[in-house]
């Protein structure tokens, strides 16, 4: 079965310290790759995702993830933090090439960024 | 509407109660997922409805939860005999394209 894992469970920074979220799949056919993000209090949203191409990916707030198809890892980065950063960060996988259209995340990691 | 709607928010219950979760997804969606998320763990796939088709139920973890969906609208998730593993949060995803799910605020359930 397809399986997420995400190294760190709870990661406490300050402002303006640089964050990478580590994150691994075990499945070796051709995946897509998310990482959602949830705000205190909101909806988990898509941050960004990997589809095909340039394997370094930029989404929204300045964040990025780097697809490494050889270490089947897609780490998350933010070279400055913010506040605003604090927040639970997943990463998510679904197979393509089968019938499988289930997205499978990983257990989170929670953000914390101080002042 | 705007996006996917979850209702109720929160909800506690006691043990060996039903409950019934609902979501409203985005109009025009034609795909529905409900998961699970319990304190401390990643999200945990329970059903996928996609248009008319049968849905896939091979993430329900036991037979006293199901789920039913009316044409590409609402979904009602029911939860029987409700135990205290069974507290987490649900969540509702819709979505046009298995690659692009938008999620609900979730259900907050805790079962006493």
């Known amino acids: 079965a397809q399986s997420v894992s995400q190294h760190n469970h709870h990661v406490i920074l300050s402002e303006a310290a640089s964050l990478e979220l580590g994150c691994n799949y075990s499945?070796?056919?051709?995946?897509?790759l998310f990482w959602y993000v949830q705000y205190p209090g909101q909806h988990l949203q898509l941050l960004l995702k990997y589809f095909s191409g340039d394997p370094l990916v930029k989404g929204i707030k300045g964040f990025e993830a780097e697809f490494i198809k050889s270490k089947f890892s897609f780490n998350l980065r933010k070279p400055s933090v913010q506040w605003s950063d604090t927040a639970e960060y997943f990463c998510?996988?679904?197979?393509?090439?089968?019938?499988?259209?289930?997205?499978?995340f990983g257990a989170g990691t929670t953000v914390t960024v101080r002042a | 509407g705007a996006g996917v709607s979850q209702s109720p928010s929160n909800k506690v219950t006691e043990k060996g109660k039903d409950v019934e979760l609902r979501c409203d997804p985005i109009?025009?969606?034609?795909?529905l997922y409900w998961y699970r998320q319990r304190l401390g763990q990643g999200l945990e796939f329970l059903i996928y409805?996609?248009?008319?088709?049968?849905?896939?139920k091979s993430g329900l973890p036991s037979d006293r939860f199901s789920a039913e969906r009316t044409g590409e609208s609402v979904s009602t998730l029911t939860i029987q005999r409700t135990q205290q593993e069974d507290s987490a949060v649900y969540l509702c995803a819709s979505s046009v394209e298995v690659t692009n799910l938008f999620f609900g605020p979730g259900t907050r359930l805790t079962v006493l």
């Open positions: 409805f996609q248009g008319n088709s049968a849905p896939d």
């Open positions: 998510a996988v679904i197979r393509l090439g089968s019938n499988d259209y289930k997205l499978s």
């Open positions: 499945y070796g056919g051709t995946v897509n």
């Open positions: 109009s025009g969606h034609t795909a």
